[in-house]
């Protein structure tokens, strides 16, 4: 049986998000690389999410320790101002999707519940967010560093940089896409799970 499908909506504006559920979650994740981040718009440090697997594996850790275990998501990204934002299924509730925003100094903002919308007019149920939700681990994101290098080389652009990722799912029709920037361009990169680039658009 096909599952259902769904798109979620914040309940709350970020900037209510981040006055009422913010707290420090350790120590800084550092800033990113220039020579593959786009710089922040908003003139703060380059988000080290955006490339840096390693940072984005802590991370996950981190919001595990908040949210219970196991972690499982229904779409993780990055991008140059935010930092990591990922919609978190509650381990004890199924029905439930919460939303977290991790910034490079550590502060994590959540959770701040999700509204699930369904594509098709049926109801949420905590089996339609079973059949969205995954494990953020099985994501290759130690390779996330070798595969933007991969993406820029591919897109044929010396000074493209990564400004954005979203990963929505493991299955073929999931999207997942490494969004870069250059002076004449905006590439795209689809990838795979195991974070291999599978073809550019442009």
């Known amino acids: 049986m096909t599952a259902r499908r769904f ?15 913010s707290s420090h979650g350790g120590s800084s994740y550092g800033s990113g690389d220039p020579s593959l981040a786009a710089p922040n718009p908003a003139g703060g440090p380059i988000d080290p999410f955006l490339t840096n697997g390693q940072a984005v594996l802590r991370a996950l850790d981190a919001v595990a320790a908040r949210s219970g275990t196991p972690l499982r998501v229904t779409q993780i990204s990055a991008d140059g101002v935010n930092g990591l934002m990922l919609d978190v299924q509650e381990p004890k509730r199924h029905m ?48 996330l560093t070798a595969t933007v290098r991969e993406a820029i080389k591919r897109s044929n652009y010396a000074d493209a940089r990564v400004a954005q990722w979203e990963i929505d799912g493991l299955g073929p029709d999931d999207r997942r896409y490494i969004y870069l920037e250059s002076a004449r361009a905006r590439p795209t990169a689809a990838v795979t799970p195991g974070l291999k680039v599978v073809r550019m658009s442009f």
């Open 7 to 21: 798109s979620v909506t914040l309940l709350f504006a970020f900037a209510v998000a981040a006055c009422s559920g």
């Open 96 to 143: 439930n999707v919460d939303h977290y925003v991790v910034a490079a100094d550590g502060n994590i903002a959540g959770p701040t519940p999700v509204k699930l919308m369904s594509l098709d007019g049926g109801p949420i149920t905590a089996a339609s967010v079973d059949a969205r939700a995954f494990d953020p681990k099985a994501i290759a994101f130690a390779a």
